[in-house]
């Protein structure tokens, strides 16, 4: 789609410049395909299984922390300049969340609180990064400030999210864990749930805390589909195939070559 793009954009770009600027036209078009080549596309599938969002609060006589594995991500990034319009999106699948308790669970994802039969997912639209040093090198964690919409519970709100990100080279050690060259993204923030329109839940006999922190973890592969390839036969696109497959909890599985803990 994004090659289809940059050629649509040449072609106009052919049709609307006279040919005797033919210099201008190559030198043009040589910036405009550049421009698009420095840009990575990194993906994280939702099956991957290594991949987690966390949130915790607070309550009088305990935290509260709920995880998930099920995050997915795209990410257009230019190592050389994180700032140079950088664009993404984040999902993460609310309804999967769990802490530790099932009837908690239950209570959390009902129409009451978090609704998520209407509202499954929350999504973070990457829309600019601002950074002190905006080159990634290998293996240099740098950190970053990200910019963009998050959806939540129906409502959208722009947020500015601390970020950290860190490139890695696919080689060798890098390919036993997904193929690529890689990208590790990890958020911590903070929101109210009252700005998304969500009760606080109250729990037995106390309230949680209106503030909740949030924490994702990432790492993405410029690999596209063939990230998932190396542990999953059928791609992440047919996960049932997984010879050890989701319906047999496969991230859990030691057969399966993609367990994180094997």
């Not at 239950?106 to 600019?128: D, K, Q, V, W």
């Not at 059928?234 to 070559?257: F, I, L």
């Amino acid at each position: 789609m994004f090659v289809q793009f940059i050629n649509q954009t040449i072609f106009n770009h052919l049709k609307t410049i006279k040919m005797k600027k033919g210099k201008l036209i190559v030198a043009g078009l040589f910036g405009l395909i550049s421009g698009a080549a420095f840009g990575q596309t990194f993906t994280a599938d939702i099956n991957d299984g290594r991949n987690n969002a966390r949130f915790e609060s607070d309550a009088p006589l305990e935290n509260i922390v709920g995880t998930t594995n099920k995050v997915s991500a795209t990410l257009m990034i230019n190592p050389k300049d994180i700032t140079k319009n950088p664009k993404g999106k984040v999902i993460v699948k609310v309804a999967s969340l769990k802490t530790g308790i099932d009837l908690r669970d239950e209570h959390m994802r009902s129409a009451n609180y978090l609704n998520t039969g209407n509202y499954p997912e929350a999504i973070f639209m990457l829309t600019g990064l601002k950074a002190s040093k905006k080159s990634l090198e290998n293996t240099k964690a740098v950190n970053a400030t990200a910019s963009g919409k998050l959806t939540l519970h129906g409502v959208t709100k722009e947020v500015t999210v601390p970020v950290t990100l860190a490139y890695f080279k696919g080689d060798k050690k890098t390919g036993s864990k997904q193929p690529g060259n890689l990208l590790r993204v990890k958020a911590s923030f903070n929101i109210k749930l009252s700005d998304y329109g969500i009760n606080v839940p109250q729990m037995l006999f106390y309230k949680l805390d209106e503030k909740v922190s949030i924490t994702i973890d990432v790492v993405a592969s410029d690999a596209g589909g063939a990230a998932m390839a190396g542990c999953n036969p059928c791609g992440p696109s047919k996960a049932e195939c997984n010879p050890c497959g989701p319906k047999k909890n496969a991230m859990k599985n030691t057969c399966n070559p993609c367990n994180p803990n094997k």
